[in-house]
């Protein structure tokens, strides 16, 4: 789970974060799908969802912080013009001096995130994963973007629309089957998009690939 108070002191305001991994790739869900980014992953996460796919990002304890300069120098390395910070939950940490040196070199900044803490940092993109259990915060639903709900079973048709009606008009619309039940599910994402066309259907296409 998330990091103590105390070691959130250790990160010297953000400039210090606790990097998981790191990775140049394609996006492989929602609004981005198939465009080329680097991947920022900072370990720990309050929410653990059960269906999670990088529950190894839980603990942020077994990843040693790692100075946001490093970070910033290794995706300059690459021709990434797109980064995407994720987690875990990304913003249970300062993120203001990481995305502050980023768009220093020039690139698009992607978050990922849950919502469920107060936003930092400054992003060209916000995707809200709002998960049932830990609803985001009222900011988080003012800020996204996009709104990309993972369907796990019938159920969760009724938090899509609960979040929905809470993001600004401009924001867009994903249903995303959870990878275990994909099969299963998908039928009902595409009718229940076909008679709501608000509604698109996102995929994890990174995993067809056999991509990060």
């Known amino acids: 789970m998330s990091d103590s108070h105390d070691s959130l002191a250790l990160l010297d305001g953000g400039r210090l974060l606790p990097l998981v991994e790191?990775?140049?790739?394609?996006?492989?869900?929602?609004?981005?799908?198939?465009?080329?980014?680097?991947?920022?992953?900072?370990?720990?996460?309050?929410?653990?969802?059960?269906?999670?796919?990088?529950?190894?990002?839980?603990?942020?304890?077994?990843?040693?912080?790692?100075?946001?300069?490093?970070?910033?120098?290794?995706?300059?390395?690459?021709?990434?013009?797109?980064?995407?910070?994720?987690?875990?939950?990304?913003?249970?940490?300062?993120?203001?001096?990481?995305?502050?040196?980023l768009h220093e070199q020039g690139v698009e900044i992607f978050l990922e995130t849950s919502g469920s803490h107060p936003f930092s940092g400054e992003f060209d993109w916000v995707c809200l994963s709002p998960k049932r259990g830990h609803e985001p915060l009222p900011e988080a639903y003012a800020k996204a973007d996009e709104l990309k709900v993972i369907i796990g079973c019938e159920e969760d048709f009724a938090w899509a629309e609960e979040c929905a009606a809470r993001v600004g008009g401009g924001c867009l619309l994903y249903l995303q089957p959870e990878w275990s039940v994909s099969q299963r599910m998908m039928p009902a994402l595409v009718e229940y998009a076909k008679a709501r066309p608000r509604w698109n259907i996102s995929i994890q296409s990174h995993k067809y690939m056999h991509i990060p």
């Open 22 to 101: 790191d990775f140049y790739t394609l996006q492989g869900e929602g609004f981005h799908t198939g465009k080329p980014a680097y991947f920022i992953r900072l370990g720990g996460c309050d929410v653990g969802c059960a269906w999670c796919d990088a529950k190894y990002a839980w603990n942020a304890a077994a990843f040693p912080p790692v100075d946001v300069e490093t970070i910033v120098s290794r995706a300059a390395a690459t021709p990434a013009r797109a980064i995407v910070v994720t987690g875990g939950e990304p913003l249970i940490y300062p993120l203001g001096e990481l995305t502050r040196r």
